[in-house]
């Protein structure tokens, strides 16, 4: 898991926040293949699942959403507030986001298109694949 800083500037008349996904000097680290919004309630609990090959970039709209991350050895946490910056999941991880805000809002930026087959959503299975086993 790694904090990403994203540019933003702010007027008096709002604030704009700059995410450019490509190769060399881009903040996102890739190329952006997808990008999907999730709404939700405070105690809501999504992700629980990794992925085999898809990078993701969880950037938070607004609200709170703490993001836990499992490499099959240690767990990270982060906070997620709409602040500019992100937390990139590299393929591998396991990742669970509590939401602890009513109407709090998630981007994630994708370095793939949807793929079913790309998704752990097995913890069991998550444990074997890390341990050279699946």
Not at 8 to 37: D, K, M, Q, W
Not at 96 to 110: F, G, R
Request: charged share 20%; with cysteine.
């Amino acid at each position: 898991m790694e904090k990403i800083t994203f540019p933003t500037f702010s007027e008096t008349n709002g604030t704009l926040s700059v995410f450019e996904g490509a190769e060399g000097t881009a903040n996102v680290p890739f190329s952006i293949a997808r990008v999907y919004t999730v709404y939700a309630n405070k105690g809501a609990v999504r992700g629980k699942h990794a992925h085999y090959r898809c990078t993701q970039l969880l950037v938070c709209l607004s609200g709170e959403i703490l993001v836990t991350c499992f490499d099959g050895r240690l767990t990270e946490k982060a906070l997620l507030e709409s602040n500019g910056a992100g937390i990139l999941i590299p393929p591998g991880i396991w990742a669970t986001q509590e939401y602890q805000k009513d109407n709090s809002v998630m981007m994630v930026l994708c370095d793939r298109r949807y793929e079913p087959e790309d998704y752990i959503r097995d913890s069991q299975m998550f444990v074997n694949f890390k341990l050279g086993k699946a």
